[in-house]
Each structure stands twice: as C-alpha cells, then as structure tokens.
C-alpha cells in the first residue's frame, strides 16, 4: 500500500471477503490476516510512504490459487476526520498463462555474486580462471 494523496492516512483498517466463495478462496484469506498489519491495520501512513507485505507464492499450490478471487477494502481518515474507503479485487485467474519476461532477479543476483566471487580470487591469488570450490 501507498499513500499516493497529499495527506497523512489515520487508522487504517482492512476487510477481505470471498468473490470466489470456495474452500481454496477462505482458505487463501487467511494468510494475509497473519500478518499483524493487516490484521491489526495502521494508526498512519504519511504522504508518500509505502508499506509492503508478502503473504502468499503463487507459484506454490498454483492450481488452487489461481482459481481464486477476493475483494480488499482498506478504510481510513484523514487530519480533519472524514471517513475513505478503497475497495480493490484480487483476481489470481489474471495470473493464468503470464509469463516472465527477462531473467529473474534472484538468478541475476547469483551471476553478480559469482562473478565477484571470481574478481575476489582475482585479486587475492593474481590467477584468472575459474577456481573450484572443494566441500568439506
């Protein structure tokens, strides 16, 4: 979430209810409200300020997942108390068929710190070439 408005947000609370209403959908409701910020909501967010949370992988349990969709509503105030209310709709079924497109951040991480690892053995041993690693 962002506070994309020129104000601070007060007393942020959040809803979640089923738009798919199945086992799998419930089931899925119930990570996000794990996480106490959602759970308990925010007592301020400041203008520009972001807050980020991850609650679920769907590419684990893809199959259920994607057949699933909920509504979130996040309500608050402002400075001079009057009441918003945002609702927006998490539709996984979006997901189905997407695929990446460039290489993954993690993957393009690991090739960064392999090749600084091979800098490293540069400098340190003045030997160019791949060194192996032996595992003891």
């Known amino acids: 979430m962002r506070n994309i408005g020129l104000g601070g947000a007060y007393d942020m609370r959040f809803e979640a209810a089923p738009v798919t209403d199945d086992d799998e959908t419930r089931a899925l409701l119930a990570e996000p409200f794990q996480i106490n910020l959602v759970r308990s909501g925010m007592r301020y967010l400041s203008p520009g300020q972001k807050a980020r949370s991850y609650f679920t992988n769907v590419s684990e349990d893809y199959r259920r997942k994607l057949n699933c969709a909920f509504k979130v509503t996040a309500r608050y105030h402002n400075d001079k108390g009057r009441q918003f209310e945002d609702e927006y709709c998490i539709d996984f079924s979006e997901l189905i068929g997407l695929r990446r497109v460039g290489e993954p951040p993690l993957h393009k991480m690991a ?26």
């Not at 090739?111 to 003891?136: F, I, M, N, P």
């Open 111 to 136: 090739k960064s710190l392999e090749s600084l690892q091979d800098d490293v053995h540069v400098l340190a041993t003045g030997q160019r070439g791949r060194r192996t690693v032996s595992r003891s």
